[in-house]
């Protein structure tokens, strides 16, 4: 039996079984959840040894519970591991919701619900294909599941409890259902995904705020002092000015351009829907380039002074900035905050002292589309999908599995279903059934032809 009909055959189960694990309030954010954390994680190990695993447990770390599940075939076949995480975003705000976000439903042909795609319906995915893998006998490699509880609050506890479960983790490939494809018409498999070191900056001058008449034009403004700063960290063309920044970048190569050059973009169309009439960045690059193989830096937040009613004419005693910097495969998150921090500090003006904080950071990673694993996962989808997949690049950051991949050894390979209309981290979040079908479908292929 191919995985189509046998998804035909048990689709009213896996919605059910789907559905107990949707209703359970996993959000990993809110310690009134911590209870059913634990909940969600034994639900997955029971359908994990349903599905016909060897062993699965509810793993502690420092934070939430890890599942962890194995099944054996041949010492010597190829071991895949399964990423994927259980806890989800705050449903709120409640009254936008069109459903109620843990009770799931079905309906206008999508599965309806916080988590149902983010990342439940994707993680369920990967249970079902190995239980049909078991169940009509095609297993061909060892697979372990790594099912997480904190990847919503940046996983602070997954590298240290995976360094010290390396052996038990170890894996040729980890397989991915994170992420999303460009569109039903334009599958796409995402190449990597950017990494990210998130930096704030205080300029403090003097010892307390003062009046900007009996002060002003005598004394350096921390305000004025750091927007001037934070000009200087891009130039004109748009190239970040951080002496040794670009060091690491790997440049990709004509062919490789091309190639991620096939997603289909609608400039008028993505000016329109941000309410912009014009795009910026990196001399040389296009839109979609700038926020998928480049590097980037943005001010998130900044903030100093009197910002109330009225007015209050002083000059601030501090101004505060947040700093994030988007990383591209070969960059260094620590070495990029060392290089911010000695940099920002080197342009600060007489007058003002320089406060730096590394508040977190993680790498990128990577799939070249050479590797047999990206081959595999194209040819799967795109016989599934009836169109070669198109390669595409996340701007966005996943920083555990950089530290997976840092720390295992392994190359991850992301077959994401999910659809810009899903709306995850939003009310009304919901998946598609035709995604949630073909999803099972184009894994089961991957296996086939890994």
Known sequence: MEMKQYIEKNEKRFLDELFQELRIPSVSSNPAHKQDMYRCAEKIVELLKAAGVDTA?????????????????????????????????????????????????????????????????????????????????????????MIEGEEEIGSPSLAAWMKANKKK???????????????????????????????????????????????????????????????????????????????????????????????????????????????????????????????????????GGY???????????????????????????????????????????KGVKVTVKNIHGGGCFGLPMSSPAFKAASRAIGEVYGIEPVPSRGGGSITVIADAQKILKAAPVLMGFGLERDLIHSPNESYLLSQFRKGMESIALFYKYL
């Open 169 to 303: 983790l170890a894996c040729d490939l980890i397989l991915i259902s994170d992420t999303t494809m460009i569109s039903e018409k334009v599958p796409s498999i995402n190449t990597g995904m950017r990494g990210m070191q998130y930096m704030e900056v205080c300029v403090t001058g003097p010892n307390k705020d003062v009046h900007s008449g009996h002060y002003g034009g005598a004394i350096v403004n921390p305000i004025n002092a750091l927007c001037k700063m934070i000009d200087t960290l891009i130039d004109k063309d748009g190239h970040i000015t951080i002496p040794g920044f670009y060091d690491d970048v790997i440049e990709l190569t004509r062919a490789e351009r091309k190639m991620l050059g096939r997603a289909p973009f609608d400039m008028e169309e993505y000016k329109k829907s941000l309410g912009i009439d014009g795009v910026a960045g990196e001399k040389g690059y296009t839109t979609l380039e700038r926020t998928g193989i480049r590097p980037c830096l943005d001010v998130n937040g900044i903030w």
């Open 307 to 349: 910002t109330g009613e009225g007015s209050k004419t002083i000059i601030p005693s501090t101004a505060h900035a947040k700093i994030s910097m988007r990383l591209v495969p070969n960059q260094s998150a620590d070495k990029i905050a060392k290089l911010f921090t000695k940099y920002f500090l080197s342009i600060a003006p």
């Open 57 to 145: 447990e509810v793993c502690e770390t420092a934070g939430h519970p890890v599942v962890f599940a194995e099944k054996k075939f041949d010492p010597k076949a190829q071991t895949i591991l399964v990423y994927g995480h259980y806890d989800v975003q705050p449903e709120e705000p409640l009254e936008l919701w069109k459903t109620k976000p843990y009770e799931p439903v079905v309906k206008d042909g999508a599965i309806w619900g916080r988590g149902a795609n983010d990342d439940k319906g994707q993680h369920f995915m990967h249970i079902k294909v190995f239980e049909y893998l078991i169940r009509e006998k095609k297993l061909r490699h060892n697979i372990k599941f």
